[in-house]
């Protein structure tokens, strides 16, 4: 369990938390993607910052794209960096498949399973909460897709509610881009994933891909695209001239409440910020009385 906070709101603590990272493209060997792109260095300085929170999350979900180009040794570079903060934070650690991923080689060297092409699936009970873990991927291309074997998986689980609902995790995600080139790259037939979930418990989507933040509804349902940890879009171009920067790189913070869900954008830079708030401002105002805090931060001096 995420452990609680000092709260002078309205609003409890979130029941749950999770960290939600998204393509990593680890290469073998650390081989910078692309000839620019350090990989692993940019993982480890985002992982670094999770740390630097203090949170006990109730799991980490990383939305797919794990590896460039598939390789064994990436995977096993990649579980080699993530696992032991995942084991150091108690919290379980969940792989979702993306187009750049092969399915063989992450199911034996990520998740201990056979290497076969079956559909990277799973689902996780976090206290109440349940997390499902889809397979957008299509072997041999970089579209996504469900086949109806895996609509039907989905719509088992999805038979019996969930206490604190249920939050799917996937890599495309399931709204438009104003990109052409992730036009062509969606998610295809969307409406039977609509179809699926319509009437369930599903409170939330996770998804990657995009290699932006961004948020959106699909059927309803909110969805929350945690930027890449590797290198993101430089969106300050025209939509036809969109490429790749290695700047901007974030994770999204996952809070879930009985009646909502924040998925809060922390960006991964190393800045010069303000010291006003601090433990000690905060056991100043939990002395203070609901009126003598909003007299001591609320009421405008002029």
Not at 103 to 121: F, G, I, K, S
Not at 189 to 206: C, F, P, S
Request: charged share 20%; proline share 7%; net charge negative.
């Amino acid at each position: 369990m995420a452990s609680a906070s000092v709260r002078f709101g309205q609003y409890p603590p979130a029941l749950r938390t999770i960290v939600h990272l998204s393509d990593t493209h680890f290469l073998d060997g650390g081989r910078p993607l692309g000839g620019r792109f350090d990989t692993t260095a940019n993982l480890s300085r985002t992982l670094q910052k999770v740390r630097d929170l203090g949170i006990r999350p109730d799991a980490i979900v990383v939305t797919g794209d794990l590896t460039d180009e598939g390789e064994p040794g990436a995977y096993r570079d990649l579980r080699a960096v993530l696992e032991p903060v995942a084991r150091d934070l108690a919290a379980p650690l969940v792989w979702v498949a993306g187009n750049h991923d092969e399915r063989p080689a992450l199911r034996e060297h990520l998740m201990d399973a056979e290497p076969t092409q079956e559909p990277v699936t799973g689902v996780w009970d976090l206290d109440g909460l349940r997390l499902i873990a889809i397979d957008t991927s299509v072997p041999g291309w970089h579209h996504g897709d469900l086949d109806e074997g895996q609509l039907r998986w989905l719509e088992e689980h999805l038979a019996t509610p969930a206490p604190l609902g249920t939050l799917l995790a996937m890599h495309h995600p399931p709204i438009p881009s104003h990109l052409p080139f992730f036009d062509i790259l969606e998610l295809r037939d969307q409406q039977r994933l609509a179809d699926a979930i319509a009437g369930t418990d599903v409170r939330g989507i996770l998804a990657g891909h995009l290699h932006y933040s961004t948020n959106a509804t699909f059927a309803g349902i909110p969805v929350s695209v945690s930027a890449a940890t590797c290198y993101t879009m430089d969106l300050a171009r025209p939509p036809q001239q969109v490429n790749g920067m290695d700047a901007g790189q974030s994770f999204h913070l996952v809070h879930v409440y009985e009646t909502t869900i924040t998925h809060a954008v922390v960006p991964v830079v190393d800045a010069d910020t303000g010291d006003y708030f601090s433990e000690e401002w905060v056991e100043r105002m939990a002395a203070l009385t609901p009126h003598e805090r909003l007299e001591a931060f609320s009421r405008k001096r002029s």
